[in-house]
Every structure is written in C-alpha cells, then in structure tokens.
C-alpha cells in the first residue's frame, strides 16, 4: 500500500515538474517576445514605399507616366487606379501594369495645368486589400493630402472573417482526428465519432476553401455583398497568389477524400505517409493565403506552417477528446499528453517568431488593433496552457482530466476565432509615409480623440471642421473658413464630402452658411476612419479642394 502510495506521489510530483516547466517555457517566450519586438523586423501587407512623382510635387510639365513603388508583390484590381483633378473629376487614363511589386501607370498626353490626386487601392501578397492617395500639380500647387503609405481599413468584414475561422476550425478537426488515430489510439480508427469528425473536416474543409473564394471578391474591391457570386471577381481572386493558394487547398481536400473518408484506410503505413504529406501541404496553403506571403520569404512561409500544423493537432486532439468522452483509453490520453506537449512548444515558438515578423515597437501591442488581437491570444493561449497543465496533474494522479480537456477545447477553439481576425488585420507598417507631403499636410490626420479636425487650405489658410460629437449617432458639423492671421475669412462657396475608404463613396453632406461660418448635420453609417473633402471657393471664384482624416467611433 505505501509503495503504491509512493508511486502515486512521484508520479504527481512528475506531474507538477512538467505542468512547471510548461509554464517557465511560456514566461520566458513570453518575455522574449516583449523583450525583442522592438528589433524586429515586420512583415505585413504591401505599403508603398515611393511614388513619382512624390505627394504634394508641383511639375513644371505634366508627367508621361506615375509609378508606385511597394514593399512586396501587389495585384491590380481593374479600374482601382483613379486620376483626379482639382474638382475631384475623373480623369481618363490609360490602363496601369504591375510588375513584381512595381505599378506602371502611363498618363494621358493632353494632361493639363492643374492639380492633381492619385487614389489607389490594391490587393497585397496576402490578400489585403490596401489603398491610399498622394498628389501633383501640373504649373500649380499640388493639393494637400496628407502623407500614407496604405490603408489597409482594419480587420476584414465579419463574413471574411467567419469565413476563415471556420476553415481554420475544419482543419484543425482533420488534422487532429488523423493525428489521434495514428499516433496516440489506432483502434480508435473504427470508432463512429472519429469517423464522423473526418468526415466532417473534409467537407467543411471543402465548404469554407469555396466560401473564401467567393467572399475574397467583394472584400478586395469594397464592393456590397450582393457580388459574391459575381463570376468576374472570382476570376480576378483565382489570378491572386491569395486565390491560387485557395485552389490548391481545394485540390488537396478532394484528395485526401479518397484517403482519409474512411479512417480505416490508414492501417497500411504508407497511406499514413501520404495523407499526413497532404495534411502538411494544406498547413501550407494557410500560410501561403496569410500575412507570411506577403515577404516572399521560405522563411516566413515554413514559420506559418510549422504554427498551423502543431495549432491542428493541439486543438483537434482536444475536439476529438471532447466529442469521444470516456471511450477514450487512458494509455491514448497519455499518449496525446505528449503529442501535445511537443505540439505547444512548437506553437509558442513559432508564435513568438511570427510576433517578432510582424510588431517591432513595443507600443504597437496596445496601441493598434493588430498588438491588442495578438494580445488576446496570447491571454488565451495562456488559460489554455494552465487548462492543460490541470489536465496533465489530473492524468499523472489516475484522476479524470476530461473536465480540464473541455475547458481547454473550448478556449483553444476561442483561439482559432481571434487568429481569424489576427491573420485579417493588417499588421502595424514598418515604412515611415515615404510620399512626403509638406507639414501642413502631415497636420491634416486627425487623433481618435479629437471633434475639431483642421484642414490645410493654400498660403496658410486653414478650415476649421468640427464634428459633435464623433460619433454613428448623428452629428452637428461646422465648418470656419481661416486665413493664415487665424482669423475668418470670407468664402462664397463651401462644399463638403465624407467618404470610408474602402468601404463608402463620397457622399455630398449639405452646408447652410452662418455668419462666416457652414453648418450642417450628417449621421455617418459606420465607425472608422472617414476622409472629410472640402472644396472652398472665395470671392474670386477660385477653387481650393483639400482633405483630412476624422475618427468616428459607435
């Protein structure tokens, strides 16, 4: 009796040491990563680096053509590329090309005097969209446009991002349910709720590659929802590197059907070869569709796969352990133990790497909306560890650790849903506003916290826009004409136009005059942050047009 007594202690203490170890391993990853990130170098969507002409250039003749210069690889979308004038016209332009990461847009030959703004939107390596703006003047000032190197509007809509977390989710259970039978039960491979999670893998798997072709689409060009069957889109996403990684992804699931529908088909040991090469070459194509393939590093690439393969086979080992209960044996959950052991470490490695990849200054983690996400899963990643740290105690101590399990399924389940979002927002840019304005254009962004936004006129003239309050519920707005004294100026006509970029076209807000003032009321539809365009002209009848940023928040 005391010797078993004996056992049962050294066995815990074992427990306990593992469970440790776990978490210094993590602290430490953890510590690195904040310890680094500010070195490191960022891998994200395409920012632009150059244009020719630069923002805010005056030309003494017109250009022959615009060229964009990008950190990576880009893609076109047909019609994206607008010339403006002064009035905000469009102009008629010949068709840009891209070659690598460089566009080539050739300019019309009877291009006038004037001034000018470039808008463009592309679709980066990753299949982000990115946009922004930068002007010229042709015998005249340029317009003011305050210096970007993209925009690549947030984190995707909802439906994308669903989209993407249920793929994850699809192959994860694939994964995990081949992994478990192979690995840690093989006579689970006749079981009917293993069966079921294959098979529900595989055509999920399927299901959500189609999906996301589909919805790429209108997400790429800001289009409404309506266009997600619009087959000329769907071409354009097919001939995106982003696109073709989907298409393998599909070919790969229609191939594992015939290896993987019954679980059977795995006794041989060369079959088991061949469907974890497809299972890794699916890993594959997730990181051939995410933020890794926008550097065109191997690198990159086989840091991304590494992840997404040991995240499979953590959490679809646990989706399996949950849905199979107590029919799993206890030599297969200690088995598993240490496929998921090894399957953290990988994932925490490979997470802190990626983390360096993409942050590199320590305020980006609570200052952006892609630092806050990483945040969160690091959080979540953390309870899941403790869960399965529990588990390992209970297991160690000839205790049940289903309850653990379900607590650590259903976080790291949570964990695919904010990887989701992670993987469809744009990560912080790493090129300073490369196109240079002047400073008054720099002055134009406005802070998240502010209702008074200003915006550069000419010769030191400003408009004074105040927005009350910043808000989706409806807005009281005021526009104060100023010259370079601060002090009124008279105008004889003022117009205003609001738009998302990306998401909503310019919509005219109307202005009544008041004194030397305009006002108006505008319910924006949507928070973000929206482009406020004003044309200003004075008694003379000459025209200034300029722009400037505005958060609006719920």
């Not at 010769?459 to 808000?471: H, R």
């Amino acid at each position: 009796m005391n010797a078993q007594a004996g056992t049962l202690n050294a066995s815990v203490r074992r427990g306990q040491r593992r469970a440790a170890l776990t978490a210094i391993l993590t602290t430490a990853l953890t510590a690195v990563l904040m310890l680094l990130v500010s070195a490191a170098p960022a891998s994200a969507h395409s920012q632009l680096v150059s244009s020719t002409p630069a923002n805010g250039t005056r030309l003494a003749n017109a250009p022959q053509q615009v060229t964009l210069e990008f950190t990576e690889g880009i893609n076109l979308i047909p019609g994206a590329l607008q010339l403006l004038d002064n009035r905000g016209n469009k102009v008629t332009t010949p068709a840009p090309t891209a070659q690598g990461s460089t566009i080539t847009w050739p300019m019309p030959a009877n291009l006038g005097a004037g001034a000018y703004i470039v808008n463009w939107r592309i679709i980066s390596a990753d299949g982000h969209p990115v946009s922004g703006a930068f002007s010229f003047g042709v015998g005249a000032a340029a317009r003011s446009v305050a210096p970007s190197t993209g925009n690549a509007s947030g984190t995707a809509p909802w439906p994308v991002v669903a989209v993407r977390f249920a793929g994850y989710l699809a192959f994860a259970v694939l994964l995990g349910v081949v992994a478990f039978v192979t690995w840690c039960s093989p006579a689970s491979r006749s079981d009917g709720t293993a069966q079921l999670l294959a098979r529900i893998g595989l055509a999920g798997g399927v299901v959500t590659t189609a999906a996301g072709l589909l919805v790429q689409g209108p997400y790429a060009v800001g289009a409404g929802w309506g266009r997600t069957f619009d087959v000329s889109l769907l071409q354009e996403t097919v001939a995106t590197p982003f696109g073709e990684a989907l298409l393998w992804r599909l070919a790969l699931y229609g191939a594992l059907f015939f290896a993987i529908w019954a679980l059977e088909w795995l006794e041989p040991v060369p079959a088991r070869w061949m469907a974890g090469g497809g299972l890794l070459a699916l890993a594959v194509t997730f990181a051939e569709s995410g933020h890794g393939a926008a550097s065109g590093s191997v690198t990159d690439v086989a840091v991304d796969t590494a992840h997404v393969f040991a995240a499979g086979i953590w959490v679809g080992g646990l989706v399996v352990l949950t849905a199979m209960g107590r029919a799993v044996e206890r030599r297969a959950l200690a088995q598993f133990s240490r496929l998921a052991m090894t399957s953290v470490l990988v994932l925490v490695a490979t997470g802190v790497v990626n983390s360096l990849l993409r942050v590199h200054q320590p305020a980006q983690l609570w200052q952006t909306r892609y630092g806050l996400l990483l945040l969160a899963k690091v959080a979540l990643v953390g309870t899941a560890l403790a869960a399965a740290a529990l588990s390992r105690r209970r297991l160690h101590a000839n205790g049940s650790p289903l309850g653990s399990v379900r607590v650590e399924a259903g976080v790291t389940v949570v964990v695919l849903a904010v990887t989701a979002a992670l993987t469809l927002t744009a990560p912080p840019p790493t090129v300073a506003a490369a196109v240079s304005g002047g400073g008054a254009a720099a002055a134009a962004a406005a802070s998240a916290s502010d209702r008074t936004v200003t915006v550069p006129l000419e010769s030191g003239s400003t408009a004074q826009v105040e927005i009350t309050p910043p808000t989706t519920a409806g807005s009281r707005l005021q526009v104060t004409p100023l010259n370079n004294h601060q002090q009124p100026l008279q105008t004889k006509q003022l117009t205003m136009s609001v738009s998302l970029p990306g998401r909503v076209n310019a919509i005219k807000v109307p202005l009544t005059r008041n004194g030397v003032s305009w006002k108006g009321r505008y319910r924006f539809p949507l928070p973000g942050n929206w482009k406020v365009t004003l044309t200003v002209e004075d008694p003379s009848l000459s025209a200034v047009v300029s722009d400037a940023d505005v958060v609006i928040g719920q």
